[in-house]
């Protein structure tokens, strides 16, 4: 199924392909696990919930490290191969040089294709999933400071209400004082405290109710003190009329409490297929991001090249020290040029687009292979200084 050259060169290639990914990936998650750490913790998540967060961060930055990946991949699967001498054998059983480079474009047309896949599909959709994840994770929080009891005082506002749920005192009581305060016309207000209270839910339609089984309803005015105050200091204190109450619901949503989510994708959460806009506009301009995404793709069939390029070039003394390093100059700078050029192409039209994306991949897949072509002893003949 494969030949030679490729059975020499394919399992040396993925292994270190594949080895730099991880590492970049494993950097990368742990410049982010404080921050997901931090989210997770703040609204009360566990392990798995940190685990999840980290799985959807991980598909961002595959795109990224894998033209430098196949750069570095193949660099030093071909200068391995040239200083074990195995290259020189095969050069001289009669296998054609060309199949190095031919090799080379196969690793940058699959990385292509999984550039675009990872891009244009993988990505968005853990973006998507991430925020709604950690939309749940902000409901679960709430939903546990309002049916569970903790030892902390808990404040939320519903509909206008300010409802504040103290700790239990000591070990006897399941929940502490709960009090309501709330405004009304005139510069009224009305505050309720309970003692015996529970919350009820959620019911079928999603709703939750705190029940109030006893408790005491202060009703006043600023300056006002009320006629039925009785004896009660509190209530001569704050000037209100004291009602002793009994079964009382107050109904809410969770929608009341924490923020709708969106559901709509934004522009970095969009899937491929819902870039372009379809029907009509899809033939006067394509989306600048597409060119992005293409651009990245191509990147990785420049990196393939330039690898080829520099591990001929590392056959020389001077190469030896300088080939690696700018064979990573030119894939990011290439990177960076290639995207910013279909990016700007693609908004001004279809044709235009295509032409220049078949322009881009010619010339990122011919031009690297010049030098090595010209000097293909180098690349075959173990180094041992000048050419």
Not at 12 to 28: D, H, K, N, S
Not at 214 to 230: E, I, K, L, P, T
Not at 346 to 353: P, T
Request: aromatic share 8%; glycine share 10%; hydrophobic share 50%.
């Amino acid at each position: 199924m494969f030949g030679p050259m490729t059975r020499l060169l394919l399992g040396r290639t993925m292994w270190l392909l594949f080895g730099l990914l991880l590492l970049i990936e494993a950097i990368f998650i742990a410049e982010s696990f404080t921050t997901l750490m931090a989210i997770v913790v703040s609204n009360g998540g566990r392990v798995w919930d940190i685990l999840l967060l980290l799985a959807l961060k991980s598909p961002e930055i595959v795109d990224f490290a894998l033209p430098l990946a196949i750069l570095i991949g193949l660099y030093f699967a071909l200068t391995g191969a040239r200083d074990d001498s195995e290259l020189v054998v095969y050069a001289a059983a009669g296998v054609s040089w060309w199949r190095i480079p031919q090799f080379a474009i196969g690793v940058g047309s699959v990385g292509m294709v999984v550039s675009v896949t990872f891009a244009g599909f993988i990505t968005p959709s853990a973006n998507y999933a991430q925020r709604l994840a950690i939309h749940v994770l902000e409901t679960k929080r709430v939903v546990q400071e309002i049916t569970a009891p903790a030892p902390q005082n808990a404040r939320r506002e519903i509909k206008d209400r300010t409802i504040i749920a103290t700790p239990p005192r000591d070990g006897s009581s399941l929940r502490g004082n709960l009090f309501i305060f709330e405004t009304s016309e005139e510069n009224g207000w009305r505050v309720s405290q309970a003692k015996d209270w529970d919350v009820d839910g959620p019911a079928g339609d999603g709703s939750y109710s705190v029940r109030l089984n006893s408790f005491r309803d202060y009703v006043g005015h600023a300056g006002d003190r009320g006629a039925d105050a009785g004896n009660d200091p509190l209530a001569v204190q704050l000037g209100t009329t004291r009602m002793q109450v009994s079964n009382l619901k107050l109904d809410f949503r969770l929608e009341e409490l924490v923020r709708a989510i969106d559901r709509n994708r934004r522009d970095h959460e969009k899937v491929l297929l819902n870039i372009f806009d379809l029907p009509s506009e899809a033939l006067k301009s394509v989306d600048p991001r597409f060119g992005e995404i293409l651009g990245r793709a191509l990147i990785c069939l420049l990196a393939a090249g330039v690898a080829v390029a520099m591990a001929t070039w590392s056959g020389s003394r001077l190469g030896r020290y300088l080939a690696l390093p700018a064979g990573v100059f030119v894939v990011m700078g290439g990177d960076v040029v290639i995207r910013t050029y279909l990016g700007e192409v693609a908004s001004k039209g279809d044709s235009e687009f295509w032409g220049s994306a078949a322009i881009c991949l010619l010339a990122l897949t011919v031009i690297p292979l010049i030098y090595p072509s010209l000097r293909k002893n180098m690349l075959t003949a173990p180094s041992r200084g000048p050419a």
